[in-house]
């Protein structure tokens, strides 16, 4: 079991920066990635970004919506990852979710959220204009 925690959400205006954490707990050995999803009133959840790792290698995912204003990281020694959001948009209002995965997943499917086995409670960023 891995249990994820997310943190740092809050109420910002518009252009503001934010930063999210997701600290890991449990069998995080076991885990390959982590993916960021948002969900907004009366809308379906929705793919924000990932970071996928193995020995050798850590990529990096973003949607369209958010490339060149939000980053994914890591921190290993913390089993934490970070989403950096820049230039926040009264449109990135929704509550943020974290969720890992422990079994390697094809590329193509990353932003979907029924490959995650495990999820955090998520945080609320509500952007002003």
């Known amino acids: 079991q891995v249990q994820l925690v997310e943190s740092g959400g809050g109420l910002v205006q518009a252009g503001d920066s934010l930063r999210l954490s997701c600290a890991a707990s449990?069998?995080?050995?076991?885990?390959?990635?982590v993916g960021w999803f948002r969900q907004a009133p009366g809308k379906e959840r929705e793919f924000v970004a990932a970071?996928?790792?193995?020995?050798?290698?850590?990529?990096?995912y973003y949607a369209d919506s958010v490339k060149g204003r939000f980053t994914v990281s890591r921190d290993n020694a913390k089993n934490t990852v970070y989403l950096q959001m820049n230039s926040l948009k009264p449109e990135d209002t929704a509550v943020y979710y974290c969720?890992?995965?422990?079994?390697?997943?094809?590329?193509?499917?990353?932003?979907?959220?029924?490959?995650?086995?495990?999820w955090g409670q998520g945080t609320q960023v509500t952007v002003s204009s």
């Open positions: 970071i996928r790792w193995s020995v050798v290698s850590v990529s990096t």
């Open positions: 449990g069998r995080t050995f076991s885990w390959y990635g």
């Open positions: 969720a890992a995965d422990r079994s390697p997943m094809p590329i193509s499917t990353i932003d979907a959220p029924r490959m995650y086995d495990y």
